[in-house]
Each structure stands twice: as structure tokens, then as C-alpha cells.
């Protein structure tokens, strides 16, 4: 069992920075890639970010290749999402899940953490 805890987000002008941490309980985490997602009020959930178990893979979504930056450190059970420049449409809810794979099915989703940014 891995449970998923984010936390990190909250209030930011546009231009500014955020960093979400997802923490992980459980011995099996570092067997897990991580994937961030994000969930926009009356849009669908879209993927963000992921990071292979090893770190050696990364992968972004077009709208934020730049801007984010996915990290992890297994030591600590924590993978990171370092936001910035971010835009107004950044705001939804930033959800980290776990799972065998880089797009493979998720096995385990955090409860999300709310990013709002102002124009």
C-alpha cells in the first residue's frame, strides 16, 4: 500500500513560483513513477508531469514544458512539482498518483492540493 499526501499549493500572482510536494508513506515507493495531474473546474483531469522511478524520465505536457519541473527524492518518499512563471490557467486542483509506470495504470492518487493564481 502507498498512500499519497500533497501539499504546497495556495495563492500566487501570475509570473510567480509554487513548489507541490507529494509524500509518500509505504517501503514501495521508490518502485513507483509518479505522475502529477491537474483539474481545472468544469474541464476534465489532464496530465502534468511524471518521473520514472530512477529519475532518469522525465515528462511534461506541452502547456507547461518549461515552466515545471518534476523531481524526486526517494530517500525522503517525496516527488516535487517546482512551478514557475505560472499563468492563470495554471489554477485547478494538483492531484500527484503512483504507479508501476510512466503511463501505465495508477494504482494509488493523492487527495489534491488547490493552485489558484490571479491575473
Known amino acids: 500500500q502507498v498512500q499519497l499526501v500533497e501539499s504546497g499549493g495556495g495563492l500566487v500572482q501570475a509570473g510567480g513560483s509554487l513548489r507541490l510536494s507529494c509524500a509518500a508513506s509505504?517501503?514501495?515507493?521508490?518502485?513507483?513513477?509518479i505522475s502529477w495531474f491537474r483539474q481545472a473546474p468544469g474541464k476534465e483531469r489532464e496530465f502534468v508531469a511524471a518521473?520514472?522511478?530512477?529519475?532518469?524520465?522525465?515528462y511534461y505536457a506541452a502547456s507547461v514544458k518549461g515552466r515545471f519541473t518534476i523531481s524526486r527524492d526517494n530517500a525522503k518518499n517525496t516527488v516535487y512539482l517546482q512551478m514557475d512563471s505560472l499563468k492563470p490557467e495554471d489554477t485547478a486542483v494538483y492531484y500527484c498518483?503512483?504507479?508501476?509506470?510512466?503511463?501505465?495504470?495508477?494504482?494509488?492518487w493523492g487527495q489534491g492540493t488547490q493552485v489558484t493564481v490571479s491575473s
Open positions: 509505504g517501503r514501495t515507493f521508490r518502485n513507483y513513477a
Open positions: 498518483a503512483a504507479g508501476p509506470g510512466v503511463g501505465t495504470a495508477y494504482d494509488y
Open positions: 518521473i520514472s522511478w530512477s529519475s532518469i524520465n522525465t
